[in-house]
């Protein structure tokens, strides 16, 4: 088991890193980029398949992450907690995406 007691999350509602409470999503996905222990998360979140949010991303999200690239961080925030599409990255921080495919970090809309 990850010991979250010194974590970001370890302060707020754990209802809120379920999935169906979408509308604190932003928030979630803003705490969990500011923690410390956001790589090691991730990383037992995508080894065990944890339901719920880790990392700040979804169940889903990890899933496209382990399939997906190296994990990349924001140009703009540099937060680590990057989706990855097929020509695009997305920062579930603060919310910029870029097109990965173009030789500089200009954020798309």
Not at 43 to 66: H, V
Not at 70 to 95: H, L, M, T
Request: hydrophobic fraction near 35%; proline fraction near 6%.
């Amino acid at each position: 088991m990850f010991d979250t007691s010194n974590a970001e999350c370890s302060k707020y509602d754990p209802a809120w890193w379920e999935p169906q409470h979408g509308r604190v999503r932003d928030e979630v996905a803003r705490i969990c980029a500011a923690c410390p222990l956001n790589d090691p998360c991730l990383a037992w979140a995508t080894s065990n398949n944890e339901f719920g949010i880790w990392a700040g991303l979804t169940r889903e999200q990890r899933i496209q992450l382990r399939r997906g690239k190296q994990r990349a961080k924001c140009p703009i925030c540099k937060a680590g907690s990057v989706w990855n599409g097929e020509d695009d990255q997305i920062c579930a921080f603060c919310g910029i995406s870029w097109n990965v495919r173009r030789k500089t970090a200009e954020p798309v809309r």
